[in-house]
Nanobody
């Protein structure tokens, strides 16, 4: 079993910063591709940033130049530095771990965390 645990959410004012962390653990040894997604009330869950085992990163246009994803020590942990936060960044933020070399049901094995809430006020 693999666990994905997020932390670091909270409430900030517009222009503030937060750092989210995501840690994977479990019995499956894997080179995890890790990504962050967010879901605001009444909206779909959207990809915002990802990092692969080589350290290559991708960002959604909405967070580019404001958010930075990076490995933190071992590649089983990733942080998301969020700067210049805006009210429309308010959402539940989820971490997703994907093991590209482990195929289950025709798809790479993937695990979601439970999420951490980020609230940005004016």
């Amino acid at each position: 079993q693999v666990n994905v645990v997020e932390s670091g959410g909270g409430s900030v004012q517009t222009g503030g910063s937060l750092r989210l962390s995501c840690v994977t653990s479990g019995v499956i040894g894997c080179g995890w591709n890790l990504s962050w997604h967010r879901q605001a009330p009444g909206k779909e869950r959207d990809f915002i940033s990802g990092i692969d085992t080589d350290g290559a990163t991708t960002y959604a246009d909405s967070v580019k130049d404001r958010f930075t994803i990076s490995h933190a020590g071992a590649k089983t942990k990733v942080t998301l530095e969020m700067n210049s936060l805006r009210p429309d960044d308010t959402a539940m933020y989820y971490c997703r771990a994907v093991c590209p070399n482990l195929i289950v049901g025709g798809e790479p094995y993937a695990v979601w965390g439970q999420g951490t809430q980020v609230t940005v006020s004016t």
